[in-house]
């Protein structure tokens, strides 16, 4: 299963974005989602999970800018990017823990004057 992830573009420092994962299918409600992101040369980068039930964790360098969540009658988890900074440019990706999920496309963010 892929997902479809959405919402990315280009930002100025200090806007926000609202990302979309959409993963198609029937079983969206057990996957514990995550969010990671990848610039060119570095290994992807933990952002944050949303399990199936429970609350979400957030990496802590995020300081609180950035919310995980999601809507299982649409099949979708959300990162809501708020006072995006040049170093949050990156193509952000979602998956789940346990692998039933491939990895997407993902999508490009980029944060710029």
């Known amino acids: 299963v892929q997902p479809v992830e959405s919402g990315g573009g280009l930002v100025q420092p200090g806007g926000s974005l609202r990302l979309s994962c959409t993963v198609p299918?029937?079983?969206?409600?057990?996957?514990?989602m995550v969010w990671y992101r990848q610039t060119p040369g570095n290994e992807r980068e933990w952002i944050a999970t949303?399990?199936?039930?429970?609350?979400?964790n957030h990496a802590n360098f995020l300081k609180g800018r950035f919310t995980i969540s999601r809507d299982n009658a649409k099949n979708t988890v959300y990162l809501q990017m708020n006072n995006l900074e040049p170093q949050d440019t990156a193509v952000y990706y979602c998956?789940?823990?346990?692998?039933?999920?491939?990895w997407g496309k993902g999508t490009r963010v980029t944060v710029s004057s």
């Open positions: 998956k789940d823990l346990n692998d039933f999920v491939d």
């Open positions: 299918g029937k079983s969206f409600h057990i996957y514990n």
């Open positions: 949303i399990p199936r039930s429970g609350p979400p």
